[in-house]
């Protein structure tokens, strides 16, 4: 049977502070057993079997049952696995409540011991989020180890080397500062060799300050947190780099199985990573595929379907991304984040629609598609103006050499990554190819036919979009060079293991397209067949992502920012409907895909859903095909006449979303007069 469909959830989290850097070591965690209360073999232990809290202190917050004795959690009444008869809980209320409180926040703390080398052995279960963790203090407050549940009431078994703090005044600290979801957290049995003092930390230690203007990231300067594979791995304040080509298909990379281009880098990548086979963008064409990714929603819901006559926005287009929406670059810039983008953006080219104005630091590139230009095949129709290539705010250039993009744009990307590589970044690099009309650079014309290269040589200030449609190859291997680039700049500054690299593309290949494929899939660009929609797609991040994987979950460039804004410890807006879900536990194998169902969308208009396995089209509203995509990835087998409970549920969970766009949906801005952008105007318009 299919899950029912649930809607977007609002979002929900505590505001965010500064965050301090910790020196953390090693806590490795595995599944705990239920155990009876033993007596202690170590020279200290917290195991709260009295049924008390004492020694422990609340100092910040009001909790109504801190200590519970519960065997089973109120939800699902899956087992606790705690020792003995006690633990400390931040979720029960009172002691006969008949349900979880998650809203009850504030901060618990130990009495300084003085720890002896060894290790600290204790349990944790409960949430895995920011604001809710169990932490390992030095006396003035810094946390230098911590913890945190994986989003299940069975707590796990960790340990702590204490070996560094020995002869140190230490304590420990349980936070919980969320009020929804897994916000809890649990924690029993705290086994160690110390001596344990008569004294607690001052208000004047940073402990009521770290809490609430410095919650913890998932990893230190120095160590890691670890789960096990089936867990998840976790790690805070990373990078993050997202590689977004520009119409290529599911079968444009050598590790996805193409032998038409040879990407040796980002086969690299995917040895080293993981290869993400049911990777989405929210729509089969440009302008919508980039709006889902910016702001996490379905382009439908931030009105963001189409450009204002024509399926993607056009040169003076009145139209834009709302500059009320979040995007992931203002998401991550609140917590601290530089961000920078160098590439296409295609999200509005009037002022206050321009990446600058949402959230990116800095910007070099194109307001939209290269082929948006006086040297477009149907000019006579479109009367295009000249291109304009920007930097920051301002126009630099009006219809740039198209064969140095890619090189441009990526010697910007190393650049900011070099002049960043000591504060936490966000680097956007949209690539304009392989988009028609195809451009390399001259030292990826070798192995170009004779033929073709005579007939470039006779363009003569046009642009033979045909003949440059033979450079699809060299075309990829300048992106490949991009990625690998990118990767050995990461190394060389002591970036690689500490940034999450994404590499995808924006909707699958044209129709009418000489060699981008869509591989074993149906469809293309501008369709909602798995061929427009589903992606190529490559993570890497070193010790964080399991490496040489393939992951065939269900995953959507709309995760992209909760996911993000979880691991960097950022708020998401609480006022508006988020369709992009947290894919972490997903990315690493301790979850399967969060999404109950996934939508398609050409245009405005809602053609097809998947749920699972499952995948129904429909016409006018009416049900047309079903496709089981794990037998048949290509959708060539209709089953629709074998699984009529299938197609009614699938269908009910069309109705359910279109009604719920239809309610929570948000405009996109239209700016007043427009007009193409020209050379030193715009910088005038937005000097601030």
């Not at 598609?369 to 149907?378: A, E, K």
């Not at 301002?394 to 050499?401: C, K, R, S, W, Y």
């Given at each position: 049977m299919l899950a029912p469909y649930r809607r977007g959830i609002r979002q929900n989290s505590p505001k965010q502070g500064k965050r301090k850097r910790r020196t953390s070591s090693e806590v490795h965690y595995k599944p705990a057993k239920k155990t009876q209360a033993t007596p202690s073999n170590r020279s200290a232990s917290f195991d709260f079997e009295s049924g008390k809290l004492a020694p422990w202190r609340i100092i910040e917050g009001e909790f109504g049952h801190i200590i519970g004795s519960r065997d089973r959690f109120f939800h699902n009444q899956g087992e606790y696995n705690k020792q003995g008869e006690h633990y400390l809980t931040t979720l029960e209320a009172s002691a006969d409540a008949e349900k979880g409180s998650d809203p009850q926040t504030g901060i618990v703390v130990s009495p300084l011991f003085i720890p002896k080398p060894g290790k600290m052995t204790f349990r944790v279960g409960g949430g895995d989020g920011p604001n809710t963790y169990v932490a390992l203090c030095a006396a003035d407050g810094e946390e230098v180890q911590f913890a945190r549940g994986i989003r299940d009431q069975v707590m796990q078994q960790c340990e702590w080397d204490l070996s560094p703090y020995a002869g140190k005044r230490m304590f420990i600290k349980i936070v919980d500062n969320a009020t929804g979801g897994w916000g809890h957290i649990t924690a029993d049995d705290f086994q160690f060799d110390a001596e344990v003092l008569s004294e607690y930390p001052t208000t004047g230690s940073g402990i009521r300050q770290n809490s609430k203007s410095e919650p913890p990231g998932l990893k230190g300067t120095s160590g890691e947190v670890h789960y096990s594979k089936t867990e998840g791995l976790h790690s805070p304040r990373p990078n993050f780099v997202v590689i977004f080509t520009d119409d290529q298909g599911y079968g444009d990379l050598s590790c996805y199985g193409a032998d038409h281009v040879s990407t040796p880098r980002i086969d690299q990548m995917a040895?080293?990573?993981?290869?993400?086979?049911?990777?989405?963008?929210?729509?089969?064409?440009?302008?919508?595929?980039?709006?889902g990714l910016m702001t996490g929603c379905y382009p439908k819901?931030?009105?963001?379907?189409?450009?204002?006559?024509?399926?993607?926005?056009?040169?003076?287009d009145a139209k834009g991304l709302n500059p009320a929406e979040m995007t992931i670059a203002e998401v991550l810039k609140s917590a601290g984040?530089?961000?920078g983008m160098f590439g296409k953006w295609h999200l509005g080219d009037q002022?206050?629609?321009?990446?600058?104005?949402?959230?990116?630091?800095?910007?070099?590139?194109?307001?939209?598609?290269?082929?948006?230009?006086?040297?477009?095949?149907?000019?006579?129709?479109?009367?295009?103006?000249?291109?304009?290539?920007?930097?920051?705010?301002?126009?630099?250039?009006?219809?740039?050499?198209?064969?140095y993009l890619?090189?441009?744009?990526?010697?910007?990307?190393?650049?900011?990554?070099?002049?960043?590589?000591?504060?936490?970044?966000?680097?956007y690099v949209p690539h304009p190819i392989p988009h028609a009309p195809l451009h390399v650079s001259p030292p990826f014309m070798e192995g170009?036919?004779?033929?073709?290269?005579?007939?470039?040589?006779?363009?003569?200030?046009?642009?033979?979009?045909r003949t440059r449609d033979e450079l699809f190859r060299q075309a990829i291997a300048e992106i490949d060079w991009s990625v690998?680039?990118?990767?050995?700049?990461?190394?060389?500054?002591?970036?690689?293991?500490?940034?999450?690299?994404?590499?995808?593309?924006?909707?699958?290949?044209?129709?009418?397209?000489?060699?981008?494929?869509?591989?074993?899939?149906?469809?293309?660009?501008?369709?909602?067949?798995?061929?427009?929609?589903?992606?190529?797609?490559?993570?890497?991040?070193?010790?964080?992502?399991?490496?040489?994987?393939?992951?065939?979950?269900?995953?959507?460039?709309?995760?992209l920012l909760p996911t993000f804004a979880k691991l960097a410890g950022a708020e998401l807006p609480t006022d508006c409907?988020?369709?992009?879900?947290?894919?972490?536990?997903?990315?690493?194998?301790?979850?399967?895909?969060?999404?109950?169902a996934f939508f398609y969308h050409q245009g405005n208009v809602l053609t097809a859903v998947r749920s699972g396995k499952w995948k129904l089209h429909t016409n006018k509203g009416r049900p047309m095909q079903l496709y089981n995509l794990d037998d048949d990835i290509g959708e060539m087998n209709n089953v629709i006449k074998a699984h009529p409970e299938v197609v009614k549920q699938l269908n009910n969970h069309m109705h359910e979303f279109a009604n719920d766009i239809a309610n929570n949906s948000r405009p996109a801005a239209f700016a007043e007069n427009p007009r193409p952008l020209s050379k030193g105007a715009v910088h005038h318009e937005l000097n601030r």
């Open positions: 040895k080293e990573g993981s290869r993400l086979t049911s990777f989405y963008v929210a729509a089969p064409v440009c302008t919508p595929s980039r709006a819901r931030v009105g963001m379907a189409t450009g204002s006559n024509f399926g993607v926005l056009l040169a003076g984040y530089k961000t002022p206050e629609f321009l990446p600058t104005r949402q959230g990116f630091d800095e910007f070099f590139g194109l307001p939209y598609s290269h082929d948006i230009h006086p040297f477009h095949p149907r000019q006579d129709k479109y009367n295009f103006p000249p291109l304009p290539l920007l930097d920051g705010d301002t126009v630099i250039e009006m219809d740039p050499d198209a064969d890619t090189k441009r744009i990526t010697e910007r990307a190393v650049s900011f990554i070099q002049q960043d590589k000591d504060v936490p970044f966000f680097l170009v036919a004779d033929e073709v290269v005579s007939k470039l040589k006779d363009e003569d200030g046009k642009i033979d979009y690998g680039t990118i990767l050995d700049t990461l190394k060389a500054n002591g970036l690689d293991e500490k940034t999450l690299v994404i590499f995808t593309s924006d909707n699958g290949p044209p129709k009418n397209t000489l060699h981008a494929s869509p591989g074993p899939l149906r469809g293309h660009k501008g369709t909602t067949f798995e061929g427009g929609m589903r992606e190529p797609t490559v993570i890497r991040w070193p010790g964080m992502i399991p490496a040489g994987h393939d992951n065939n979950e269900l995953m959507t460039t709309m995760d409907i988020i369709d992009g879900k947290d894919i972490w536990p997903t990315l690493v194998g301790q979850s399967p895909t969060p999404h109950e």
